[in-house]
C-alpha cells in the first residue's frame, strides 16, 4: 500500500505525567483511507490531524453506519515500540463492518496503516509506568442522504494519543453496578460489533451509576434480565469455588482480544475456565457461601481490573474483602509483562513496530 504524507505545520506539545488521562489527547497526524463503489478503498494518506468535514445529512450522523477498535502501542525499556495481538483487532474490525454492512478491508493493509501511523508519532509513546499509545481505528458512512439503507461511500480513519490509566482509581478494585432495568444488547443484535450504537444505548446506565458513586454497569442479557454478560468497557470473568468463569459469547457480548487471552493464559497456567452462563442469582448464592473468590474485567483500555464491589438491587456485595485476588494480580502482570517486554512472549503475541 503506498501510503502518501502531508507534513504538519504545527506541531503540539506533549503532555506528560499525572495529567495525561484517558482519551484526552491526540498527536500531531492521522490516517485517512476513503471507499467507493468504483474504486474501492483508495487513497491512503496520512495527514495532520484536523476537523473532517461532513455535509449535515452524512449518513452515519442519523443512522449511526460506523464501527470502531481500540489498541495499543506499547514502549519497552530498551527503546523498541510493540503492538500486542493486532491482528486479532483488525479481524473484529471486519467483522463489526460486516454486520453492518461496512465494505470490508484487506487487513494486512489496515495492520500496514497502523504501523505506519505509529512508527510516524513514536516520540508521542509514554514512558511512564502503566502509560501507553492508544489506538483508535474507525469507520464511518459518508454518503450524504436521509434514507435508510447502507451508504455507498465510507471514510476509514486512524487516531493515535497517549493514554494513562483507564480508571482513576488505577488498578485498585473498582465498585460495579449491576442493571436490570436498561439493555445494551441482545442476541441477534449488534452486540457482537463494535458498534457506535452500542455504546450510545449503554449511556443512560452508565450516568444512573455514575450519580450512585459507581464506576461502571454490569449488564445483565436482554431477555431474561438474569443472566450475566459484560461490564461498559470490559469482559468480566469470576473465580468461584476454585474455577474462573466467564460468560459465553451468546451473540450480545462483544468477544474481547484480552478476554481471549486471559482465557489462554488461564489454561496455560493450568487453571479451569468455563465459559458458559452465569446468572446473577448463582453469583449471590455463590457470595453467600463464601464460594466468589475474585472477579475482575478485562479489555484493552483497563488490561486487567479487579472488581472489589457489585451492587445489586441495593445490595452490597463485597469480594475477597475489597482486595485484589491472587488470579487477578498474576493475569495483570504477566499480560502488562508482555505488552511492555518485560517478560518473554512465549504466545507470539506482540507485534514489533520499531
Not at 472489589?308 to 475477597?320: C, S
Request: with cysteine; charged share 25%.
Amino acid at each position: 500500500m503506498n501510503i502518501s504524507f502531508t507534513e504538519s505545520k504545527h506541531l503540539k506539545d506533549k503532555p506528560w505525567g499525572k495529567a495525561l488521562g484517558f482519551g484526552k489527547h491526540t498527536t500531531d497526524y492521522m490516517f485517512i483511507m476513503d471507499y467507493n463503489e468504483e474504486n474501492g478503498w483508495y487513497d491512503p494518506k496520512i495527514v495532520p490531524y484536523s476537523p473532517i468535514p461532513l455535509d449535515p445529512s452524512t449518513c452515519v450522523l442519523h443512522y449511526g453506519q460506523g464501527v470502531f477498535e481500540g489498541l495499543k502501542a506499547y514502549k519497552t525499556d530498551d527503546g523498541r515500540i510493540l503492538l500486542f495481538r493486532p491482528d486479532q483487532n483488525v479481524k473484529r474490525l471486519n467483522s463489526s463492518c460486516d454486520r453492518t454492512c461496512i465494505p470490508m478491508m484487506d487487513e494486512d493493509d489496515v495492520l500496514e496503516a497502523i504501523k505506519a501511523l505509529v512508527k510516524l508519532e513514536k516520540d508521542w509513546i509514554p514512558e511512564d509506568e502503566g502509560t501507553s499509545l492508544y489506538i483508535r481505528p474507525f469507520v464511518i458512512a459518508t454518503d450524504p442522504f436521509l434514507g435508510v439503507h447502507p451508504s455507498h461511500t465510507y471514510m476509514f480513519m486512524i487516531i493515535v494519543g497517549p493514554v494513562g490509566n483507564y480508571y482513576p482509581s488505577g488498578l485498585n478494585p473498582v465498585k460495579i453496578f449491576v442493571e436490570d432495568e436498561y439493555v445494551r444488547a441482545a442476541p441477534g443484535g449488534t452486540g457482537t460489533a463494535k458498534t457506535m450504537g452500542n455504546y450510545a444505548a449503554s449511556l443512560k446506565a452508565q450516568d444512573k451509576a455514575e450519580k450512585k458513586g459507581f464506576i461502571q454497569v454490569l449488564w445483565l442479557d436482554g431477555v431474561h434480565r438474569k443472566y450475566v454478560e459484560e461490564v461498559g468497557a470490559m469482559n468480566v470473568f469470576f473465580k468461584i469455588d476454585g474455577k474462573i468463569v466467564t460468560p459465553n459469547l451468546s451473540g450480545s457480548i462483544l468477544s474481547g482480544i484480552t478476554r481471549m487471552s486471559c482465557i489462554e493464559l488461564l489454561k496455560k497456567r493450568g487453571y479451569d475456565v468455563e465459559e458458559r452462563p452465569i446468572s446473577i442469582d448463582e453469583l449471590i448464592e455463590a457470595h453467600a457461601n463464601g464460594k466468589l473468590e475474585e472477579s475482575f474485567g478485562t479489555g484493552t483500555a483497563a488490561v486487567i481490573s479487579p472488581i472489589g464491589e457489585l451492587m445489586y438491587k441495593g445490595r452490597d456485595y463485597v469480594i475477597n474483602n475489597g482486595k485484589i485476588g491472587e488470579v487477578t494480580s498474576m493475569l495483570y502482570d504477566t499480560l502488562t509483562g508482555i505488552q511492555f517486554g518485560r517478560l518473554d512472549d512465549e504466545f507470539g503475541w506482540t507485534v514489533e513496530v520499531i
